[in-house]
C-alpha cells in the first residue's frame, strides 16, 4: 500500500510566507493517530491492530483510501480476524468511491462469495452506513436544501449583512510592507443590530503583524450596524470576511506563485490530504493574484476532513455550522452536521473547534456536566495559546452560577493575557473583569472597571442596561452571577438543523 506522507510543495520568494504558514498549519494539526498519515505509519512499522483501528475509523468517515485498506486487511486478516465477507463489503464501496485498486480486490473475493448463499447482500448491511448515500444523510454536505431551511439561511444572511460599515484607519501599503491579509470572523448580532464577541475562524497569513490587523477586523464588526429586527427576536450567529489587498501587485510580483499553486491543485486532485487542506486553505485566503474562488474552499476541507485532519475537520464544521465556503453545494448550511464535525476535531484537541463548541454549549443555562465540558475545551484551547479561549474561559471562571466552576483568580490572569493586544474598545473583557473582582470581593475596583466598560459600550450604542444592572450590584457590595456569554449562539428553532438533532 503506497501512499503519500511527506508535506507538500515548498514555495520560494516574496510569497513565501503565506505558503508556509498554509504548510504548518497542515502539519501541525497531524494528531498521534486518526488520520491517513499516521494509520499509515502505523501499518509500515508492522503495528496492524492500530493502524486497522486508524483506517476503520476514516473509513467510516468516507475516506476511499482507508476503506480500501481495511478491505484488504480483513483479506488478510492484518489486525483483525481474517473476513472475506467484510473485505469483499469494504473492497465494493472504496471501488464505488474511485478506488481502482479496490476494483481488483472486490473480484477477487466475489469468487469466494460465490460459494455462500447471501454473503453479498450481507456484505452490503456491513457498510450500508457508510456509502456516500448514508453519510450525505448524516456527516456530508448536501446539494440542496429544503424550502424551510433554504429561507431560514435567507433570513440569517440579510441579518448578517451590515447596514453600515465601520472601516478603522488601516496602516499604509508601506506600513503593511506589501503584506495582503484575509481573515473570517464570526460574532453575534443582537435583536437591535449590534455585533457581540467577534471571533476569528480563520486567518491568513500569519506574521509580526497579524494580531493588529485581527484587532481593526474585531473593531471594524462591533462599530458596524446591522439591520435591527422586532425586540424579542433570537439573536444571529454570523460570519464576515476581510481582505487587505494591494490592487497595484500581480502574480508575477511573487516568484514561484503559480507552479506553487499548480503543485498544490495537482496534489489535491491526486488525493494527498495535505495538499487538499492546503489548495482549502489557499481558496479561502481569497487572494485576487490567485484568480481563485474562495466558496469552492469546503469540498476540499470535506476531503481532508475524511482524512482525518484535524484542522480540515474543524473548517468543514465551521464552515457548515457558519454558512461559508459554501457556495457548490447550494448553500447547504446544517448545524448537525457541522457539530458533529466539530466535535473530531476537538477530540484531536483543535482549538479553534474546542473554542466554537464550547461557545455553543454555553448558551442559555446549561447543566453543570455541559460547562465542565466546555470549561476542560477552553481549557486545552487556552493552554495553546488560543486567545479567544483564554476571553471564553475567564468569563466562565468569573461569573459562572455554578461555584464549583467559579476561579475568580484564574480569570483575572486570563482576561489580562486575552486582553493584552485589544485596541480598548470591546466591553466584554472589562465586564469578566469587574465580575471577577466582584466575585473576590473587591467592589470598589469593579466599580471602576464596571463604569470604563459601560463608556465603551456607550460608544459603540449598546443597550446598557444589563452593564447598568451589575454596576449597581457592585456598589451594593454585592456579585453578579450569570453567564456574560450568553448572546445566542445557537440558532433559532426551525433553523436548518436543531442543535437537539446534532446532540443525538
Not at 444523510?137 to 453600515?164: D, F, G, I
Not at 460599515?165 to 473570517?184: A, C, H, M, R, V
Not at 457590595?477 to 453567564?483: A, E, L
Request: glycine share 6%.
Amino acid at each position: 500500500m503506497m501512499r503519500k506522507s511527506g508535506p507538500g510543495p515548498r514555495l520560494p520568494g516574496r510569497f513565501a510566507a503565506l505558503a508556509l504558514l498554509v504548510l504548518a498549519m497542515a502539519v501541525d494539526a497531524l494528531p498521534a493517530h486518526a488520520d491517513l498519515y499516521a494509520a499509515s505509519r502505523y501499518y509500515k512499522k508492522g503495528e496492524y491492530a492500530r493502524a486497522f483501528h486508524e483506517f476503520l475509523a476514516l473509513a467510516r468517515l468516507g475516506q476511499p483510501l482507508a476503506q480500501f485498506d481495511i478491505a484488504y486487511m480483513y483479506a488478510q486478516g492484518q489486525g483483525t480476524p481474517q473476513s472475506a465477507i467484510h473485505a469483499y463489503a469494504w473492497a465494493k464501496l472504496a471501488a464505488q468511491n474511485g478506488q481502482a485498486k479496490a476494483v481488483t480486490l472486490a473480484r477477487e473475493l466475489r469468487a469466494t462469495l460465490a460459494l455462500a448463499p447471501g454473503s453479498r447482500r450481507v456484505a452490503r448491511w456491513i457498510t450500508a452506513p457508510y456509502t456516500p448515500a448514508a453519510l450525505a444523510r448524516t456527516l456530508l454536505p448536501e446539494s440542496h436544501l429544503s424550502a424551510a431551511a433554504r429561507q431560514a439561511y435567507r433570513a440569517k444572511v440579510r441579518a448578517c449583512r451590515p447596514v453600515r460599515t465601520y472601516k478603522p484607519d488601516f496602516p499604509s501599503q508601506e506600513q503593511w510592507n506589501g503584506e495582503q491579509w484575509g481573515l473570517i470572523e464570526t460574532f453575534t448580532v443582537l435583536p437591535d443590530g449590534t455585533a457581540r464577541l467577534p471571533h476569528v475562524l480563520f486567518q491568513l497569513p500569519v506574521s509580526a503583524h497579524h494580531r493588529d490587523f485581527d484587532a481593526l477586523a474585531r473593531e471594524s464588526v462591533l462599530r458596524s450596524r446591522f439591520a435591527a429586527r422586532p425586540a424579542g427576536s433570537a439573536p444571529v450567529t454570523c460570519s464576515i470576511a476581510y481582505q487587505f489587498v494591494m490592487w497595484s501587485l500581480r502574480a508575477t510580483d511573487y516568484p514561484g506563485l503559480e507552479s506553487y499553486l499548480y503543485r498544490v491543485r495537482r496534489g489535491a486532485k491526486a488525493g494527498d490530504p495535505i495538499s487538499e487542506l492546503n489548495y482549502g486553505l489557499l481558496l479561502m485566503g481569497g487572494l485576487p493574484q490567485l484568480r481563485t474562488d474562495r466558496h469552492a474552499a469546503l469540498s476540499w476541507f470535506v476531503k481532508a476532513a475524511q482524512a482525518g485532519l484535524p484542522l480540515a475537520q474543524f473548517e468543514t464544521g465551521a464552515g457548515l455550522l457558519m454558512g461559508v465556503g459554501l457556495a457548490g453545494w447550494d448553500n447547504t448550511w446544517d448545524v448537525a452536521k457541522g457539530l458533529r464535525w466539530l466535535h473530531l476535531a476537538a477530540a484531536q484537541h483543535e482549538p479553534h473547534a474546542e473554542v466554537l463548541l464550547a461557545q455553543w454549549q454555553l448558551h442559555g443555562k446549561p447543566s453543570l456536566a455541559t460547562v465542565r465540558q466546555a470549561v476542560q475545551w477552553l481549557s486545552e484551547a487556552a493552554a495553546q495559546g488560543n486567545r479567544f479561549a483564554r476571553l471564553y474561559l475567564a468569563a466562565v471562571l468569573a461569573a459562572s452560577p455554578q461555584p464549583a466552576i467559579r476561579d475568580p483568580q484564574r480569570a483575572l490572569v486570563l482576561e489580562s493575557e486575552a486582553d493584552e493586544h485589544s485596541l480598548g474598545v470591546d466591553p466584554t473583557g472589562l465586564e469578566i473583569r469587574a465580575a471577577a473582582l466582584a466575585a473576590e470581593g473587591h467592589f470598589m475596583r469593579a466599580v471602576k472597571v464596571e463604569r470604563q466598560a459601560i463608556q465603551r459600550a456607550r460608544r459603540l450604542r449598546w443597550n446598557l442596561a444589563p452593564l447598568q444592572q451589575r454596576l449597581a450590584r457592585y456598589q451594593a457590595h454585592r456579585s453578579w452571577y450569570g453567564n456574560l456569554l450568553d448572546y445566542g449562539v445557537m440558532p433559532p428553532a426551525g433553523t436548518a438543523r436543531s442543535a437537539r438533532a446534532a446532540r443525538s
